[in-house]
């Protein structure tokens, strides 16, 4: 494998390293989200339980969807991360 290909790979890998942190990030913005407003729909005024729950779960709906997709992207990015490190590592100890 000539430098050229190793170079690419290698610089593949680190966008896809960086994508993966962002997915992470905007996971814990989701998760961030969810519990804002768990605290400031208390704060805002004494519920009873199922008030505050009725009013919660759009918000927990929403940090968790935004969650769980950041986290799904992240697998996928680090599968695809993964292969190229997997090939680029038969290509460079391939045997001539």
């Given at each position: 494998?000539?430098?050229?290909?190793?170079?690419?790979?290698?610089?593949?890998?680190?966008?896809?390293?960086?994508?993966?942190?962002?997915?992470?990030?905007?996971?814990?913005?989701?998760?961030?989200?969810?519990?804002?407003?768990?605290?400031?729909?208390?704060?805002?005024?004494?519920?009873?339980?199922?008030?505050?729950?009725?009013?919660?779960?759009?918000?927990?709906?929403?940090?968790?969807?935004?969650?769980?997709?950041?986290?799904?992207?992240?697998?996928?990015?680090?599968?695809?991360?993964?292969?190229?490190?997997?090939?680029?590592?038969?290509?460079m100890y391939k045997v001539r």
């Open positions: 494998m000539d430098e050229k290909k190793i170079k690419s790979a290698e610089k593949k890998i680190h966008i896809l390293f960086g994508l993966r942190v962002t997915m992470w990030l905007i996971c814990a913005s989701g998760f961030i989200y969810w519990i804002y407003w768990s605290f400031k729909l208390y704060e805002i005024e004494e519920f009873e339980l199922h008030t505050y729950a009725t009013h919660f779960r759009p918000y927990f709906n929403t940090g968790i969807t935004i969650s769980i997709i950041s986290i799904t992207i992240s697998i996928v990015f680090r599968i695809i991360s993964d292969s190229i490190k997997r090939t680029m590592k038969e290509e």
